[in-house]
């Protein structure tokens, strides 16, 4: 078994092991920190299909602006 094979299989798990506990968590704070783990190891998983500029751009909008935008809401109304 080729290493890429392994490696693309272990993104593909940690995204579907992160995606539940994001689902079935009931802290916002860590649902927040599992979704980011979530997009991150779906960028990985768009760098081993070949598609560079999804992943760049899975990074830039979704990690670096959506949820961060999504943990400050959080932080700041959370009592």
């Given at each position: 078994?080729?290493?890429?094979?392994?490696i693309?299989?272990?993104f593909?798990?940690?995204?579907?092991?992160?995606?539940?506990?994001?689902?079935v968590?009931?802290?916002?704070?860590?649902?927040?920190?599992?979704?980011?783990?979530?997009?991150?190891?779906?960028?990985?998983?768009?760098?081993?299909?070949?598609?560079?500029?999804?992943?760049i751009?899975?990074?830039?909008?979704?990690?670096?602006?959506?949820?961060?935008?999504?943990?400050?809401?959080?932080?700041?109304?959370?009592?």
């Amino acid at each position: 078994m080729d290493i890429s094979l392994v490696i693309f299989y272990l993104f593909g798990g940690l995204t579907a092991l992160s995606a539940i506990f994001v689902a079935v968590t009931r802290n916002i704070i860590y649902a927040a920190f599992a979704l980011v783990m979530c997009f991150l190891s779906l960028a990985g998983v768009y760098v081993f299909l070949g598609a560079e500029f999804i992943a760049i751009v899975q990074i830039l909008v979704y990690v670096g602006g959506i949820l961060v935008l999504l943990l400050f809401g959080v932080m700041l109304t959370n009592r």
